[in-house]
């Protein structure tokens, strides 16, 4: 475990820390007045590798072989030239800091980050963090990287699960949840039930990857939620004359995959990021990422999700409650997961991948993001 201190000073900012794989929707803006919970669980955070915040440069002014170095393979409206390597973490994680006031950024219904770091050190005043609460935004701090330094809590060390023990003690990922809007509707309402924001960016990083997989020929995926979520926009994007290249689910506790398997869609360690292999390296099939949470759910959905209820039933009776209702529109890949994705994998330099990256706003206007 760790905790962050000032760079300047040398006062704790964090609580002890444990090291987790960065979320895949960190970078998620969901929908419009919609209030989203922490991103991190209390207790842990993440790394950003890539450069983030500002200054930025439009695409204009990168120069050529640039963007290919950073591992940007396609055109995108601008790049950071921040520092990389921001610290993750929810925000009662904080210790020792106070808000700058004047640091509120563009935000309309909280704080955003915009204009940089918002919080200082309590104790010498160093700009060390960015506190984002805003209305369709995870609540976050990012630790500024070159603001703070990271000290070893001594006694205290981190292993990660295996997958066999993920397997028997992280929770699955409902694919809908209940949502809260800022302000309600003309009838009063300020909540409803909606497909997960975790799913949609989910669905946005593993499609992204599923169309560099496919080689330009159609795809299908199983039956099921993994056809809900992702047939549709695989059926749209590809065509449909071409040979079919067959995606399944894997990882551990299935059996190996057929050998007519072309691509794998299978989970990503929470802990580490690493994306789960089979121990027979001989398989040519591609892998396609999934958050462990979403891809358990896939593997063992809950046919019974129940609604939220307030109170508390007395010892020995049992809850009848209805299921929760399934959202009313068709799901939606994250269209920024979607992108940030895309551009940063080398397949992208594709004529046809980069129509597919010019048509997005279209391809929202179909439902499809």
């Known amino acids: 475990m760790f905790v962050f201190v000032c760079a300047g000073c040398g ?4 609580a002890p820390l444990s090291q987790v794989a960065l979320p895949v929707h960190a970078r998620q803006k969901y929908g419009n007045s919609v209030q989203l919970p922490a991103l991190m ?4 955070f993440a790394v950003d590798p890539e450069p983030s915040g500002p200054p930025w440069r439009r695409w204009a002014e990168i120069a050529p072989g640039e963007a290919s170095a950073r591992g940007i393979y396609a055109p995108v409206y601008a790049l950071s030239d921040g520092a990389p390597g921001a ?7 904080t210790r020792n800091t106070v808000l700058i006031p004047e640091k509120r950024g563009s935000a309309c219904c909280g704080i955003d980050g915009a204009d940089g770091p918002n919080m200082a050190c309590m104790s010498c005043g160093l700009p ?3 506190r984002i609460d805003d209305c369709s935004l995870w609540q976050v701090v990012w630790l500024a ?7 070893s809590v001594d006694g205290a060390k981190d292993t990660p699960l295996s997958w066999a023990e993920l397997m028997d003690n992280v929770k699955s990922t409902p694919p809908f949840e ?3 809007t800022v302000w309600g509707s003309r009838l009063g309402l300020n909540n409803f039930w909606s497909w997960s924001p975790q799913w949609e960016a989910a669905a946005g990083q593993a499609l992204a990857h599923l169309l560099a997989a496919s080689q330009g020929r159609t795809v299908t995926v199983p039956d099921g939620l993994a056809a809900e979520v992702f047939q549709r926009a695989l059926d749209t994007l590809l065509p449909s004359h071409l040979p079919e290249r067959h995606a399944v689910l894997a990882g551990p506790g299935l059996p ?3 050998a007519d398997a072309d691509i794998l869609l299978v989970p990503i360690h929470p802990q580490t990021g690493q994306i789960w292999t089979l121990s027979d390296s001989a398989t040519s099939a591609c892998r396609v990422p999934l958050p462990f949470g979403v891809w358990l759910w896939m593997i063992y959905p809950e046919s019974h999700l129940p609604t939220l209820a307030s109170g508390v039933m007395p010892d020995g009776v049992l809850r009848d409650d209805p299921p929760a209702p399934a959202p009313h529109q068709l799901f939606r890949a994250d ?10 994998l080398p397949a992208a330099r594709a004529p046809w991948l980069r129509e597919i990256l010019e048509n997005l706003t279209q391809h929202m206007q179909a439902g499809i993001f």
């Open 178 to 180: 209940p949502m809260t």
């Open 128 to 130: 060390v963090a960015s």
């Open 256 to 258: 190996v995959p057929d």
């Open 41 to 44: 669980e209390s207790g842990t």
């Open 11 to 14: 006062t704790e900012l964090t």
């Open 335 to 344: 269209r920024g997961t979607f992108e940030h994705t895309l551009v940063r």
């Open 87 to 93: 610290i993750v973490i929810a925000p009662g994680d």
């Open 145 to 151: 990287p070159d603001a703070v330094r990271r000290l």
